[in-house]
């Protein structure tokens, strides 16, 4: 793969094909879209050849991300945009996992980009929020305690204790995280916080049976690059 070009260009082309479509509240064609975009800079970011810096590789990882939230924000605008939506559970919980999606893939990769879509994205996100903040109030959450034997960095599957890699940072087109190894199931407990890790953990007034809970989310796998991760085209 040649990086020689610059793709800043198609990729402002593809966001402002996006941004048409979703103008045109055309959710449908928005998404093929951004998934569309989001498979070749997954393949680019695959196939590039030995020679490109790490400035094109961490550029086409950030522009990776970034279609992927454009997909998620269109995945959400399509749910929320359903008649009825909002009296169901189900669709309620799903465009709150979308939200959040969009949200970390969004806060991670926008400011990078700028532009009308990025301030669509914005101000889309934050209505979202206010909705929900209006119906459901800040919400109260499960948060797993995991005991887990070992984290490595993802860089150099060291102990991260040991390692120079920045948690977080982008190393070649590869973020920086801590991979748990050896979770121990026995001693997972569950507490109920409002601040959690991970806000998709949410629990809905019909999760509640008097003293019970029913049907509520533990933890979820969530990554911004998940898609990434996987030998799948999307
Ligand atoms: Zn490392």
């Avoid at 989310?217 to 996987?230: A, G, H, N, S, V």
Wanted: with cysteine; charged share 25%.
């Amino acid at each position: 793969m040649n990086l020689r070009l610059p793709i800043d260009d198609w990729i402002g082309s593809q966001a402002s094909d996006w941004l048409e479509a979703v103008a045109a509240t055309n959710y449908g064609q928005a998404a093929g879209l951004a998934e569309e975009t989001t498979k070749v800079l997954k393949g680019m970011l695959r196939d590039v050849d030995s020679g490109a810096s790490e400035n094109q590789r961490n550029g086409l990882y950030m522009a990776a991300i970034f279609f992927r939230s454009l997909w998620d924000f269109a995945i959400l605008k399509q749910l929320t945009g359903t008649p009825g939506w909002s009296r169901e559970p189900s669709k309620i919980e799903e465009a709150w996992i979308y939200y959040w999606d969009c949200r970390q893939r969004f806060d991670a990769s926008g400011p990078t980009f700028g532009g009308t879509a990025v301030e669509l994205v914005q101000q889309g996100l934050k209505e979202t929020a206010e909705w929900f903040d209006r119906t459901f109030g800040p919400g109260v959450y499960s948060s797993p305690e995991i005991l887990v034997k070992k984290q490595v960095c993802s860089i150099c599957a060291q102990d991260f204790r040991a390692c120079s890699h920045i948690l977080g940072r982008l190393y070649g087109g590869k973020r920086c995280v801590r991979v748990a190894q050896g979770i121990q199931p026995n001693g997972m407990a569950v507490a109920l916080v409002t601040e959690p890790l991970d806000p998709r953990c949410r629990i809905w007034p019909w999760q509640r049976e008097g003293n019970h809970l029913k049907g509520i989310c533990l933890m979820t796998m969530f990554q911004i690059d998940d898609f990434l991760l996987t030998e799948d085209e999307y």
